[in-house]
């Protein structure tokens, strides 16, 4: 996949601006607040429906204005796709070839992206939960199915919560409702762990790219209960275990809303023993993991990474930049670069 051109209007800082981009390695370097994340932010908008950074559509429309527009062409192999987004006065409204759609999930097969932000750097420090969104998000992106299971569990997770939080719990509904929590359970555990697995093996490769010492790099899930042939079973067992605390609590206390995963170096948790760079690396190189674990090229997502070169020493910023040479299209944001156009496609907005 691939993004060959965007119109961006009153968005953020941007009156009207117009990039073409290139395969390969996207520099967009300028000066702070010269807008240079709001034009790899209007491209995560063009994958997703909305910015990458968490705004409020609201927010993004430049101030004074009561309207955004945002046009962009994708490639996917030889298909060529027009993307348009318009926010007028808090509505939005997405159009894929002059189609207007209904669900922001159709953006998936035009246009997909990995991002990382230097905030990002506590993904592994942070909560689980911010963990369980990445995995889940780069999951759905790969298996509608997923997204679907997903969807059914939440709503069979806040089924089982509004009974535990009756005054007189009906336990036949509660034991009706849990049962259907674990069945909806056991394809969401599959996948994960399928996913993991498959991640696993790519953040070995990803990792040795990009780091001159072997620290044997290793993705560890937790999940609720172990998903293999006995799953049922053990999530019955578990279940069971925790309806004392459930009924006090008033609320599920286990379940795989509450998995988890770490990432390991030379066996150790890198959120506890890791320093903060090789914290930056480790997340860096997880999300670049999610880029190659896509099998087929057509398939691969684009790259954005926001400022990240700032943050990373000679060695390290070198090696990681070989490694994106190989990636079909790649954007980076920096306030100056030492590289020249023969290594990547410069766009400079301090001259524009």
């Not at 490694?323 to 030492?338: E, G, M, P, W």
């Amino acid at each position: 996949m691939r993004i060959n051109k965007i119109h961006i209007e009153n968005f953020r800082s941007h009156k009207v601006s117009d990039y073409k981009f290139f395969p390969g390695i996207n520099l967009i370097i300028g000066p702070n607040g010269s807008g240079k994340t709001s034009v790899v932010e209007a491209i995560s908008l063009i994958a997703y429906g909305h910015s990458f950074k968490g705004a409020e559509d609201k927010e993004l429309v430049r101030r004074g204005e009561h309207y955004l527009n945002i046009k962009a062409e994708t490639s996917y192999g030889q298909i060529v796709t027009k993307v348009k987004i318009n926010i007028v006065n808090n509505q939005k409204r997405v159009y894929i070839d002059d189609r207007a759609i209904k669900r922001l999930s159709e953006l998936m097969d035009v246009l997909n992206v990995v991002t990382f932000e230097p905030k990002e750097v506590s993904l592994l420090q942070g909560p689980p939960k911010q963990r369980r969104k990445f995995l889940d998000f780069a999951i759905a992106k790969i298996s509608p199915m997923y997204l679907a299971k997903l969807q059914e569990y939440e709503k069979l997770l806040q089924e089982r919560n509004k009974i535990l939080k009756e005054e007189v719990v009906d336990e036949t509904h509660l034991n009706i409702v849990t049962d259907l929590l674990i069945k909806a359970s056991e394809p969401i555990c599959s996948m994960r762990a399928r996913y993991i697995a498959r991640l696993n093996t790519c953040l070995k490769q990803v990792y040795a790219k990009i780091d001159e010492e072997k620290k044997n790099p290793g993705i560890v899930y937790h999940p609720f209960v172990t998903p293999d042939e006995n799953f049922l079973i053990a999530a019955k067992t578990a279940f069971k275990d925790a309806l004392a605390s459930d009924l006090a609590k008033k609320v599920t206390s286990i379940g795989l809303h509450k998995d988890d995963f770490l990432i390991s170096l030379n066996g150790q948790d890198v959120a506890t023993f890791g320093s903060q760079g090789e914290n930056r690396l480790a997340v860096i190189a997880l999300k670049l993991s999610v880029h190659q674990a896509l099998e087929k090229r057509e398939d691969k997502p684009v790259v954005i990474l926001d400022d990240v070169l700032s943050e990373l020493d000679t060695l390290h910023k070198n090696k990681l930049l070989t490694y994106l040479k190989t990636i079909d299209q790649v954007f980076i944001t920096a306030t100056h670069t030492n590289l020249d156009a023969s290594q990547v496609h410069i766009i400079d907005l301090s001259k524009q």
